[in-house]
């Protein structure tokens, strides 16, 4: 099982805080997970594809869109974060 979470503005754009799921594949990436999501929902989760707006991270630790989700137990989704 996969906690899935989503943070700040995403998570009104999206209207969940997060969910848990079981993947469809054994080994997936975060962007086949992005897909996955996209195709089973409407076209706002299209906004987890645009790296410039969303960030994500595997168990934690900041991760591309190429990284694996094999043996992960948490995948964050939120928006990138300024400061001053």
Do not use: C, N
Request: aromatic share 6%.
């Amino acid at each position: 099982m996969l906690k899935v979470h989503y943070f700040a503005a995403l998570r009104e754009t999206l209207g969940t805080t997060g969910e848990e799921l079981t993947l469809p594949e054994a080994d997936m990436t975060v962007a086949q997970l992005v897909e996955h999501l996209l195709k089973e929902r409407s076209e706002a989760w299209a906004i987890l594809k645009d790296s410039s707006q969303v960030l994500v991270a595997v168990d934690q630790t900041i991760a591309e869109h190429t990284t694996s989700l094999a043996g992960a137990t948490e995948v964050a989704f939120f928006p990138p974060m300024t400061g001053g």
